[in-house]
């Protein structure tokens, strides 16, 4: 087996391994039943409704959308502080005669 593939199938075991020692930890029942059992009913649980999904796209969408727009009144912002500093730095020099 190669190095990759036993990293991948070590990784994959443990997430499992910790999934199911969360659940145990959480409730008290399932203590009782196997690991495998465990694993099977916590990877195909539902977590969201496709309504609540398409919700968190849509959050995602704009949360993107106003990043782009705070980084570039940044970016301006630092351009006009830039240049503001660039101008006051040369009219240091011009008096230092």
């Not at 309504?51 to 630092?78: D, G, H, P, Y």
Request: net charge negative; proline share 1%.
């Amino acid at each position: 087996m190669w190095e990759e593939t036993l990293k991948l199938k070590l990784d994959c075991l443990l997430l499992g391994k910790l999934l199911t020692h969360n659940q145990a930890l959480y409730n008290a029942t399932i203590r009782q039943c196997l690991p495998s059992t465990v694993l099977a009913m916590v990877a195909s649980k539902q977590w969201w409704t496709h309504v609540q999904f398409s919700e968190w796209c849509q959050i995602e969408c704009n949360l993107e959308s106003t990043n782009k727009v705070w980084a570039s009144v940044l970016i301006r912002q630092t351009l006009v502080q830039c240049s503001h500093e660039s101008s006051l730095s040369l009219r240091d020099e011009s008096h230092t005669y």
